[in-house]
């Protein structure tokens, strides 16, 4: 679930501030302005995108793969079954629905 920002995220300051100072207010202003508009859900999507990516780099690190990025033998076949096509006897059930599918002709939107 993609969470929206609230409004204020997204404005554009008039550049860089002069010295740190400057900058720290404007921050600070800011801030006070925005904290007050989030929600807990905000946040919570903030710490599940942050935790994904600690765990995909992670994985990335110890040299595995994202489950993603796995090969697997698993498919859906058109009737919304999902079987291991390195089966045969799963295989068979599924070839009649497969070839229906594909002699069915598409219609572009």
């Avoid at 554009?12 to 600070?28: M, N, V």
């Avoid at 935790?51 to 990025?69: F, Y």
């Avoid at 796995?70 to 999902?82: F, N, Y």
Wanted: charged share 25%; glycine share 6%.
């Amino acid at each position: 679930m993609e969470m929206r920002l609230p409004p204020g995220c997204d404005r554009s300051t008039g550049g860089p501030a002069a010295t740190f100072d400057e900058a720290r207010t404007a921050f600070e202003t800011a801030w006070g302005e925005l904290l007050p508009k989030l929600t807990e859900a905000h946040f919570q999507t903030w710490r599940n995108q942050r935790d994904w990516i600690a765990r995909k780099q992670a994985m990335s690190a110890r040299g595995e793969k994202l489950p993603s990025e796995r090969p697997s033998s698993l498919m859906r076949c058109p009737c919304g079954t999902t079987f291991d096509s390195h089966i045969l006897s799963e295989n068979l059930i599924h070839v009649r629905h497969i070839q229906a599918a594909r002699a069915r002709p598409r219609v572009k939107p």
